[in-house]
């Protein structure tokens, strides 16, 4: 009689090294998508300081970085979801905010082939944070057409936004927060408009009591006739 195989080590060999290669994949994967989102960020940070040039080149680091990882994502998909899916919703925001920054108007998906769906719209997301900053920079300097543009893009989101029936998770949370940004940017406005009639007033008010040139020199002389 024969022996009887309850398991065929062969398959289980094939699985074990699958994994071993799985996990040392996954590391280097980690490693990378950090460089992405660093690089990322960086360049978040240069187009704060109007460095577009210097922030161009960071983007485009990552977008190599990115391209680097790619085949490894197509090998095992399971590894997308994960730091790779963070670190290209950091490369849109960034990229939204450039393409914002250069021609105000939101970046198109098309634009970015190598986000996801899901990826692109939770970098949208975030990227309403940065426009929040930029807005707050620019009211600063009373630029209300600029703090106008960014509410009306939030806004314009948020319409958009509402027709998604969007199910628990990362990206129902970010949308969760969108409405807060817009009603900064809001009261961001009302603020800068508040501030602006005031000094509009003011500066009327202190020319309706300014005297005409020259009369106390004329009152001056009158008294000196006198």
Known sequence: MSERVLLANSDWERMGAYLAAYDETREGVIKRCRDVQKLAKQAVYSLHRGDMQGAAKQLAKAEAVAAEISPSIAKYPALRSGSFAAAVE????ARAFACFLEEGRLIRSDELPLAEPEEFLGGVLDFTGELNRYAIARATVRDSAAVQLCRDLV??????FLQFDLRNGSLRKKYDSLKYTLKKMEGTLYELALTE???LK??????MGEPPTGAGEVERGEEEDM
Do not use: F, N, T, W
Not at 155 to 160: E, I, P, S
Not at 202 to 207: G, P, W
């Open 155 to 160: 806004d314009a989101l948020m319409g958009r």
């Open 202 to 207: 003011i500066s009327s008010e202190a020319a």
């Open 90 to 93: 950091e490369y849109v925001e």
């Open 197 to 199: 009639g005031m000094g």
